[in-house]
């Protein structure tokens, strides 16, 4: 007897909603192969609003952490 096995891509988080929903200080983690989408994402709400934000790279753990500053 076989099984059929679906595989499933993993969900995504939201950039933009994600970004947009933090408090002041808050961190969020993006996976680094979104590191492109994350950043252009950052520079869009900057200018429609006053938020600011900081990334830094986790290579070791392959991720991009998002603070909020501003």
Do not use: H, W
Request: aromatic share 4%; hydrophobic share 35%; glycine share 2%.
């Amino acid at each position: 007897m076989e099984k059929n096995v679906v595989m499933q891509k993993p969900v995504k988080t939201p950039i933009a909603p994600t970004l947009k929903g933090m408090n002041l200080y808050d961190t969020a983690e993006f996976p680094l192969s979104r590191v492109t989408s994350v950043r252009a994402t950052i520079q869009q709400l900057k200018t429609e609003s006053s938020s600011d934000f900081t990334t830094k790279k986790d290579k070791s753990n392959n991720m991009l952490k998002v603070t909020k500053i501003a």
